[in-house]
């Protein structure tokens, strides 16, 4: 089977990818995102593609990203088999409709508040405690992420973003042990799973120097993971799950371009390989 691997790059989880189609006796082409271009009629070779996974969306103009998420409808349309498929894609990368979707399926997440002035902003943050975090709508890693529990501050990082024309999207700092859990969702199952520990930080991030060991789920964690990914319509999905002050659970975020480089190797799962079983399999 041909898989095409869009990416912004050659990065590691590529050329892991491309490791694990290899011995597997299939063939992969990675295709960087950015130089895609396409026909009408559809012209010949288009069709080459057996399956496409998506690990990345490069960052782009308004204008490109929708012209990408097109490109992917119109392979799905074609039968190619798209993983993660572009409405699960498009519901992950905007955090704000990802934690509608999440809500909606009656799993708990931080009370959140998206506007586009400081004003609102302001009222907000006195709404959510005084003590929020303040994320970019497109980002993964933590990387963006403030922690605002200053007046002063939150006055100067709104209106900052207002002038950048920024979607202000705030949560409510949930107080944690200094700890979360990261869990892999490949099909309705939980592959792998690991704890993610802060080092001297309120980020859990493995990106941004949290360290990671395995865990086995509960299965009320399991669960939940699964119940997340269902909601947002991923197959593959990374669910970070976070524990509350009094043992209650929330669901922080799902990725539907899920990483797995500090996963694999903490778990002993070859990620990759199970990824690529599950398209050629489809």
């Known amino acids: 089977m041909l898989i095409a691997l869009l990416s912004g790059g050659n990065g590691w989880h590529v050329r892991d990818l491309q490791r694990a189609a290899t011995s597997l006796g299939h063939s992969v082409e990675a295709v960087d995102f950015r130089g895609m271009s396409a026909s009408v009629p559809l012209a010949s070779g288009a069709r080459d593609w057996e399956a496409i996974l998506v690990r990345t969306m490069p960052a782009g103009s308004l204008e490109q990203v929708v012209f990408r998420m097109d490109l992917l409808h119109a392979a799905e349309a074609r039968g190619v088999h798209v993983l993660n498929s572009p409405r699960a894609l498009e519901a992950c990368i905007d955090k704000y409709l990802a934690t509608i979707r999440l809500e909606s399926a009656g799993l708990r997440v931080p009370p959140t508040f998206a506007c586009q002035d400081a004003e609102s902003a302001l009222e907000a943050f006195e709404r959510l405690g005084g003590d929020v975090v303040v994320k970019p709508l497109f980002g993964s890693e933590g990387r963006g992420m403030v922690r605002v529990n200053d007046p002063e501050l939150a006055w ?125 399999a489809r």
């Open 156 to 280: 100067r990082t709104f209106h900052t973003l207002e002038r950048m024309q920024a979607v202000l999207y705030l949560q409510e700092f949930i107080r944690h042990p200094g700890w979360d859990l990261r869990a892999f969702v490949l099909n309705g199952r939980v592959l792998a799973s690991m704890r993610r520990t802060a080092n001297g930080d309120w980020r859990t991030n493995v990106a941004q120097g949290a360290t990671a060991e395995p865990v086995r789920l509960e299965p009320a964690e399991a669960e939940l993971a699964i119940r997340a990914a269902s909601a947002v319509g991923a197959v593959a999905a990374g669910v970070d799950l976070l524990p509350g002050p009094d043992g209650e659970w929330y669901v922080l975020e799902v990725n539907a371009v899920p990483g797995w480089r500090a996963l694999a190797p903490v778990t002993g799962i070859d990620v990759a390989a199970e990824l690529i079983r599950y398209v050629t």
